[in-house]
């Protein structure tokens, strides 16, 4: 397994997505920042699902979720760049969803921080935390002006959550943080999930007291012409004909791309 290292996780962004793998049944494509995983309301000439749709128009005819999101598996924020999961057929996208309900589809990230900043309103009592690994969860709720924002609801012993709290599947959504390691005045952050909420890392590092760079709606701290300090490096599923685990991930930028397993 290749994995980027701190000091190359966030080199200049390829400008436009591109195919990492196909196959008959799925394909794993690298969305840049500042495109759109799937159309919204108004139109936008950068949404990843109609570019990768005017390569293979069938995956529109996939049916997920949301029918036009066609065999799109999972969303990016628009800030964020990284790895999204296509599936080309209806069988596939099946099979994969039901993994994505089992928790059985994971995805990696790497994330800077440039250290501690004040707490935002609206957030519980920092996060506290042991030794590495360690695990940030919680339920979520919305907040601020057209509910864009989300904030974690601690759900303690025998508590009971709010209609509008977002729990998944009943339990709380879960941040695995695997490294955390200093980078001269910055943070680094490598982290895991499977059931994922909107917002969620950038949300979960903020209560942690490290919100990402670059990342103006939780605190983060802004540097000029910087995007946001997140991206989806790797991603982990069983191929849906196979079901052999199949795992990406992003190699370094002289390693030759990505490196299956």
Same mark, same amino acid.
């Given at each position: ?36 995983? %799937?159309?919204? $309301?108004?139109?936008?000439?950068? *949404? ?7 390569? @293979? ?5 996939? !049916?997920?979720?949301?029918?036009? #999101? ?8 628009? $800030? +964020? ?5 296509? /599936?080309? +057929? ?11 309900? $089992?928790?059985?589809? +994971? ?11 004040? /707490? ?5 009592? %920092? ?7 360690? +695990? ?12 864009? #924002? *989300? ?40 982290? !895991?999930?499977?059931?994922?909420? !909107? @917002? ?10 490290? &919100? ?8 983060? *701290? ?6 946001? &300090?997140?991206? %989806? ?7 849906? #004909? ?6 990406? !991930? ?12």
């Amino acid at each position: 397994m290749m994995r980027i290292p701190p000091e190359d996780a966030f080199s200049p962004a390829p400008p436009q997505p591109y195919i990492l793998e196909e196959t008959a049944s799925y394909a794993v494509v690298y969305k840049p920042p500042l495109w759109h995983s %799937a159309p919204l $309301e108004h139109p936008s000439a950068r *949404v990843l699902l109609f570019w990768y749709a005017d390569l @293979h128009p069938g995956v529109l005819a996939v !049916r997920g979720r949301k029918a036009i #999101e066609g065999g799109l598996l999972h969303r990016l924020d628009y $800030e +964020t760049a990284g790895l999204v999961l296509f /599936a080309k +057929t209806q069988g596939a996208l099946d099979a994969l969803a039901r993994q994505q309900r $089992e928790g059985l589809f +994971t995805k990696e990230y790497d994330a800077l921080s440039q250290g501690k900043g004040e /707490a935002l309103p609206g957030f519980p009592p %920092a996060f506290p935390h042991g030794p590495l690994p360690f +695990t940030i969860q919680s339920a979520f709720r919305p907040f601020g002006p057209g509910r864009r #924002e *989300v904030r974690p609801v601690v759900l303690s012993d025998g508590g009971k959550t709010k209609k509008r709290d977002a729990l998944d599947q009943g339990k709380p959504y879960k941040t695995e943080v695997l490294e955390m390691s200093s980078r001269g005045n910055q943070v680094y952050f490598r982290l !895991r999930i499977s059931r994922g909420f !909107r @917002h969620q890392i950038r949300c979960h590092l903020a209560w942690l007291g490290y &919100a990402i760079l670059n990342d103006k709606t939780y605190g983060g *701290v802004s540097l000029k012409d910087g995007t946001l &300090a997140l991206r %989806a490096q790797g991603i982990s599923f069983n191929d849906p #004909e196979s079901n052999i685990p199949r795992n990406y !991930r992003i190699a370094p930028p002289d390693a030759g791309g990505m490196d299956p397993e």
